[in-house]
C-alpha cells in the first residue's frame, strides 16, 4: 500500500479534517490500549500512519477494551 494519503482519498470519508483527525486519535488510542497490529499490511512503525492507511482502505474498526486495560493505562 502506497505509504502516502491525501487528504482527497481520506476527505472523502469525512464531512472535514476535523472529523478525520478526532476519528484517527481515537482509533489509533484505541489500536495501542488494544495491542492490536494493523489490519492492512505495511511496514510503518508509526501508529498513525497505521491508522490512516486502515482508513484508507476501509478496514477501520474499533477493538472492545475491558475496563482492567483501561485502568492499567
Given at each position: 500500500?502506497?505509504?502516502?494519503?491525501?487528504?482527497?482519498?481520506?476527505?472523502?470519508?469525512?464531512?472535514?479534517?476535523?472529523?478525520?483527525?478526532?476519528?484517527?486519535?481515537?482509533?489509533?488510542?484505541?489500536?495501542?490500549?488494544?495491542?492490536?497490529?494493523?489490519?492492512?499490511?505495511?511496514?510503518?512503525?508509526?501508529?498513525?500512519m497505521q491508522?490512516?492507511?486502515?482508513?484508507?482502505?476501509?478496514?477501520?474498526?474499533?477493538?472492545?477494551?475491558?475496563?482492567?486495560?483501561?485502568?492499567?493505562?
Amino acid at each position: 500500500m502506497e505509504h502516502r494519503y491525501t487528504n482527497e482519498v481520506l476527505r472523502k470519508k469525512f464531512k472535514n479534517q476535523f472529523e478525520l483527525v478526532s476519528y484517527a486519535i481515537s482509533l489509533a488510542e484505541n489500536m495501542i490500549i488494544t495491542g492490536r497490529e494493523a489490519r492492512v499490511k505495511t511496514d510503518i512503525q508509526n501508529p498513525a500512519m497505521q491508522v490512516l492507511a486502515e482508513i484508507a482502505a476501509g478496514k477501520d474498526q474499533f477493538e472492545p477494551v475491558i475496563q482492567a486495560e483501561k485502568a492499567r493505562r
